[in-house]
């Protein structure tokens, strides 16, 4: 089976695009290691003229703002559906949010936009917390590993291990403990690094759950 994988990332290649290093780790040590293309910076038409070569399709993507990135929308916009049966259309999701129940309305989205496009559905796999993995890839090679394994699998069975993507997909949601523990953190202050040190330093701290559009 010939896959291509579609790095969604508005980041495309950059050093610090956690997209990136996840297509990457996902095929490092195949046989074959699949083709990687970005979304970001490529003539859209040709690309989704490109992907008609494979049998299957993996698309590799960030969370924005609780939805797949506007390019990835772009590129969707630009599909075609397959003009022969027996193709596959997968997707790899990794998110900040530690909670992967975000993921749920983009996966159901996903399910029905690969039957719209005449592929299988070969499922998604949700990672979240994975914002810092260009920052600190020591503290994330667990789930590195898990990522390898996950495309060296994929390469013998041409599918994904559920158990893998079960792990991966931990917590779906925080426990009342886990919520407990978080809060205290926060009242700490023990949270104020990545994003919350930027949003600080920017004077938007107690801006950050504003709905100007309601
Ligand atoms: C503009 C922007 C919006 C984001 N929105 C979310 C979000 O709604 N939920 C979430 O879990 N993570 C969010 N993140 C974090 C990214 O999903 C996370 O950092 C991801 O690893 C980025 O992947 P990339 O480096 O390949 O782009 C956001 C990041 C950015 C830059």
Not at 110 to 135: D, P
């Amino acid at each position: 089976m010939k896959t291509i994988i579609i790095n969604g990332s508005p980041k495309g290649n950059a050093r610090n695009s956690n997209t990136r290093i996840i297509s990457e780790e996902f095929v490092r040590g195949m046989k074959t290691p699949c083709d990687i293309k970005c979304i970001a910076n490529s003539d859209l038409e040709e690309l989704a003229h490109h992907i008609e070569k494979y049998d299957t399709v993996i698309i590799i993507l960030p969370l924005y703002i609780h939805a797949m990135p506007g390019i990835m929308m772009n590129f969707i916009e630009h599909l075609k559906p397959a003009s022969i049966q027996g193709k596959y259309l997968g997707f790899i999701i990794q998110a900040g949010f530690v909670e992967t129940a975000q993921e749920k309305y983009v996966e159901r989205y996903f399910a029905s936009l690969a039957k719209q496009l005449n592929y299988i559905y070969l499922g998604t796999v949700s990672k979240g917390e994975a914002a810092g993995i260009y920052m600190f890839p020591k503290m994330f090679k667990k789930v590195l590993k898990k990522i390898n394994d996950l495309g060296k699998i994929y390469e013998e069975t041409h599918a994904f291990d559920q158990n893998i993507i079960e792990d991966l997909g931990k917590p779906y949601e925080l426990s009342k403990i886990q919520t407990f523990l978080f809060q205290l953190l926060c009242d700490l202050g023990l949270n104020n690094v990545g994003w919350h040190k930027m949003l600080r330093q920017n004077h938007a701290f107690d801006k950050r759950l504003d709905r100007p559009f309601l």
